[in-house]
T-cell receptor, first 112, second 113 residues
């Protein structure tokens, strides 16, 4: 079973609308959680990092939240733009384990 | 600032052929990684390196070999390509341990026929 589950798998939204992507994880002990954006044909690029003590963090129109108790994170995109069309990947790391756990990604398509 | 550069960007191999994918980073990062990305699956770690001259197996190492002779370069080799190795390969590097930000290359799309 994958240690990082993302939902929805894909969604289509109208330009200018908001959307929220979900990430649930079972990785333990938790170190940090990153959201990456992967444009088609490109490598992933880090958007935000959340550590255990952080509940929310923003990067422009992207806002990530973390609930370490329930092991859930969300990425909220405000006033979506066509350039937001991409896959958003949740990546969780743990202490003492030289590995990262990758989600399968949320595929977002923004249409005009 | 080039960051992480992968060569080649595309390649088609016949079953049984060999090839080497090159990854170069100019950020003086200690850690380097090779991942593969397949449809419907998350990125999976093939091999990684925690410093010059070191390599370690990831979760899907079979059929691949790696070398890190220089700190800035990480090579991924396929000795005898198989159709199951058709994938998009990403190289990444990070400053320190795996829980620090990873910087990815643009990917290599490999097709084995």
């Amino acid at each position: 079973k994958n240690q990082v589950e993302q939902s929805p798998q894909s969604l289509i939204i109208l330009e200018g609308k908001n959307c929220t992507l979900q990430c649930n994880y079972t990785v333990s002990p938790f170190s940090n959680l990153r959201w990456y954006k992967q444009d088609t044909g490109r490598g992933p690029v880090s958007l935000t990092i959340m550590t255990f003590s952080e509940n929310t963090k923003s990067n422009g129109r992207y806002t990530a939240t973390l609930d370490a108790d329930t092991k859930q994170s969300s990425l909220h995109i405000t006033a979506s733009q066509l350039s937001d069309s991409a896959s958003y990947i949740c990546v969780v790391s743990s202490y003492g384990n030289n590995r990262l756990a990758f989600g399968k990604g949320n595929q977002v398509v923004v249409i005009p | 600032n080039a960051g992480v550069t992968q060569t080649p960007k595309f390649r088609v191999l016949k079953t049984g052929q060999s090839m080497t994918l090159l990854c170069a980073q100019d950020m003086n990062h200690e850690y380097m990684y090779w991942y593969r990305q397949d449809p419907g699956m998350g990125l999976r770690l093939i091999h990684y390196s925690v410093g010059e001259g070191t390599t370690a197996k990831g979760e899907v190492p079979d059929g691949y070999n790696v070398s890190r002779l220089k700190k800035q370069n990480f090579l991924l080799g396929l000795e005898s390509a198989a159709p199951s190795q058709t994938s998009v390969y990403f190289c990444a590097s990070s400053r320190q341990a795996m829980n620090t930000e990873a910087f990815f290359g643009q990917g290599t799309r490999l097709t084995v026929v």
